[in-house]
Structures are given as C-alpha cells and as structure tokens.
C-alpha cells in the first residue's frame, strides 16, 4: 500500500490524487467542449500569492491538469509548457473560466475572467521534443549554505500559516555566488510538496508554482523588486516521481529599467533530483519573465516576516528596507 501524508484540512485519503483533485476542483468535474476540455472556478484564499492576487501556479497546475485529461496516452517526454500573463487582471473573487483543447498535437488553453475581454493566462504545450532551455546551475545545491529568505503567512508557495494545503517552502539564496542564486529544497519525506502528488507522479501544479517563485526571488536578487509574472517557459524531461531528493534553484539573468521604474528582469532555474548513487540529474529547466511593480515592492517591505530576514534580503539585493 501506498504512504499515505495526512493534511489536517483535508484529513486521511485514500489516494493522493484526491488530494489534488479536491484542491483543484473542489468536488466539481470539467465538462467536454466540442474541442476539448473547460472548467470555471472563482479564485478564492486557497489560490492567495500576492496579498489578495491567486497565485500563477495554481492557473499553470489548473490547465496543465485539464491538457492531460486530452490525452489519450501517457505523454511522451520531455514536455514543454508555456504560460504568458498579464491580458487582463485577475484578483481573489474574480470567476476565471479555464479551456484546453488539442490542435495538430498541441494543447493550448487560456483562462479568461468573467466579462473581461482579453485572457489572463494563455498556454501551449507540446510533448516529445522541444528546444533546449539554457539555465544557469549554480555552484552548489545546498540549501543548507543559503542565508533564509522571509515568506509571507498565507501564500500558496511559501505561506506557514495558511488554513488550506499548500507547498510551505523555504528558500535561501547564496550571497557569496556572483548572481546570488536562490535555493529550495525538497525531501525525500516532505508531506507538503508531495501531497499534491498520483499515482507515485507530481502533480505540475507544484512544480510549476515553486518554479516560478523561485525565478521571481531570483530577479528579486537582481532587482529589489517586486515582480509579477509575463512569461514563464518549462520544459519537464521526465516525471518527477513521489519521495525524490529535490533542489529547485533560480537566479536572475539580466534586467532592463530600474526599480520605482519600468522595469523587467529575465531569470532561469530548473530542478535538479540527488539520484541514490549521489549523482545530480537535471529534471526540469525553466525561464521566465516578470514586469516589476513597485506596489508589491511595498507590500514586500510591509508584510514579509521575520522582518529581520527581509531587512536582510533588500539589502543583498541592493535596495532600502523599510
């Protein structure tokens, strides 16, 4: 029989599956469209990132799960996803009606909020092949040689006091490397990642939501500034299977503007898997880019904690705090 973790909200499942389903649909079922596949869903506390904004993850892991729903075989790998965002806004309460269908072999999707006209999310994925990601792997995985970076309470990534599921990371970032490179590591016996697992698989959701927080703690690195995402590219090379060794890692490649400013920053990471006989293997490569907003600089220096941690990560960064 399969371990099965124990989430106080949600109590003893049968199947982690359950888990993410219940998470994603809360008891509902998407329903077939002439073209493939949709679902409706109002983005409520459980999808929080930024201080009353759904977290991009939970949109990425939403779509991704209803393109596999598509297909009629186990995909092939490597598997590429592209999200871009930023048509329109999307806030806690907005109702954002998701669709996915298969075209030529490609899965694409957006979701669009109610009565708006542009998509706040596109997609496309493709399986099989895909162009390589150049990434920057930084001079050591251990998370254990980082300086901690704060979190906020109740976000979907790096929230500890949330009252629904949730990844629960820590992240570090090594400031004696040129880039200072950001850090978060997954155990072998971590409940809260691999909770949002089936069938002995991870669940795209939290890899897609830990990687792109990961890059915007990399830009942050880069910048002092808050970000939101446009674009975010991931090319997974293989399963990543429940109880792996995992290191995610993110680092900003370069910027244009300056914080207070227009700006925009261009990261990499990736996720990397300790193999049992010690060697390292590269599981997904990722590049993305982020618009800063100098209203979520703000609400960093107001509502990061512990406050001494975020007073340290400004000023690694370069910028002021408070």
Not at 28 to 56: A, V
Not at 155 to 165: A, D, S, T
Request: glycine share 12%.
């Amino acid at each position: 029989m399969k371990r099965l973790f124990v989430l106080p909200q949600l109590g003893m499942r049968e199947m982690k599956g359950e888990i993410i389903r219940s998470f994603l649909y809360e008891g509902d079922e998407p329903t077939p469209t002439p073209h493939g596949i949709r679902f409706s869903c109002t983005m409520t506390k459980k999808t929080e990132g930024w201080i009353n904004l759904p977290h991009g993850g939970f949109s990425m892991g939403l779509l991704a799960d209803l393109a596999f729903r598509l297909l009629d075989t186990p995909p092939h790998y490597p598997m590429s996803f592209s999200f871009r965002l930023g048509g329109s806004s999307v806030n806690l309460g907005d109702k954002v009606d998701f669709e996915v269908s298969l075209q030529n072999g490609c899965l694409q999707g957006h979701g669009i909020v109610y009565d708006r006209p542009l998509p706040y999310i596109e997609f496309t994925s493709t399986s099989g092949s895909s162009e390589p990601v150049k990434v920057l792997i930084p001079e050591t995985l251990n998370c254990e040689l980082g300086t901690p970076l704060p979190s906020y309470r109740e976000c979907l990534v790096c929230g500890m006091e949330r009252k629904y599921p949730g990844l629960k990371r820590n992240f570090s970032f090594i400031d004696d490397i040129v880039g200072k490179p950001v850090l978060s590591c997954v155990s072998t016996q971590d409940e809260d990642f691999y909770a949002f697992s089936q069938d002995g698989i991870v669940h795209p959701l939290p890899v897609f939501a830990l990687l792109d927080e990961i890059l915007g703690w990399g830009g942050f690195m880069l910048t002092a500034s808050g970000a939101v995402t446009v674009h975010l590219h991931v090319v997974l090379h293989r399963p990543i299977k429940l109880g792996e060794a995992l290191t995610f890692f993110g680092q900003g490649v370069r910027m244009r503007g300056r914080a207070g400013q227009r700006l925009m920053f261009w990261s990499s990471g990736g996720v990397m898997a300790k193999n049992s006989n010690g060697t390292n293997e590269l599981l997904a490569t990722a590049q993305g880019q982020y618009f800063g907003l100098e209203i979520l600089t703000q609400q960093m220096k107001a509502h990061l904690f512990p406050r001494d941690l975020a007073a340290e990560a400004f000023r690694a960064a370069g910028g002021t705090f408070p």
